[in-house]
């Protein structure tokens, strides 16, 4: 094997390891961000069920299907909406709330409160508007009917969602990093035999 042979599959095997390296150490961050998000939402979950308070889980995330909140929030955006206590919602914060619009009724809507009105300590009427609509929802909001106030916005993250949501894209995600693996072990594999059979 000459020496340009040589440094060639050198520089292949160091960028297959940082490239699976890299893969590795976002998967694992996924993994636990998503292990944390699992166990607070079943967590307050368990808690709700047990106290006998069967209100919405304290985090959600939805994916955004219409442009009614365009250009804050667009299409195949993912948002986390966190449920605030004792009615901690205000004038301009962004809601996730179940609608009772007799042509929405039953359909989760994220749009912006514009208006709020006290009826006690813990509930209040609130108006809602998308920021891409030109007149404000017809139904007020009472805040039984919020989900929670949207408190993370992640851009296009639908699309992966709807790709993973076929059963053949999921596989391809599965086959593509053990190819990956494979690949990277068999190089390395041959690299050392390579070094031993030089050294003899």
Request: with cysteine; hydrophobic share 45%; aromatic share 14%.
């Amino acid at each position: 094997m000459t020496i340009a042979s040589k440094q060639f599959l050198y520089k292949v095997q160091y960028l297959s390891y940082f490239v699976f390296r890299a893969f590795l150490i976002a998967i694992f961050c996924l993994l636990v961000l998503l292990g944390i998000f699992f166990a607070v939402y079943f967590g307050d979950l368990f808690l709700n069920v047990k106290t006998g308070n069967y209100s919405s889980p304290i985090f959600n995330g939805y994916v955004i299907v219409s442009q009614s909140m365009v250009p804050t929030i667009n299409i195949n955006d993912a948002i986390v909406v966190k449920r605030e206590t004792n009615d901690k919602y205000n004038i301009g914060d962004i809601i996730s709330f179940f609608s009772t619009e007799y042509d929405k009724e039953g359909i989760i809507i994220t749009h912006r409160i514009i208006d709020k009105r006290n009826i006690d300590d813990s509930t209040s009427n609130y108006r809602t508007k998308g920021d891409n609509n030109p007149v404000a929802d017809r139904k007020n909001v009472t805040t039984s009917n919020i989900y929670g106030k949207v408190f993370l916005i992640i851009p296009k993250l639908g699309y992966v969602q709807s790709f993973l949501s076929q059963p053949v894209h999921f596989i391809i995600c599965i086959i593509i990093p053990a190819i990956i693996v494979i690949i990277y072990d068999g190089m390395r594999i041959v690299g050392a035999l390579r070094r031993a059979r030089e050294n003899y």
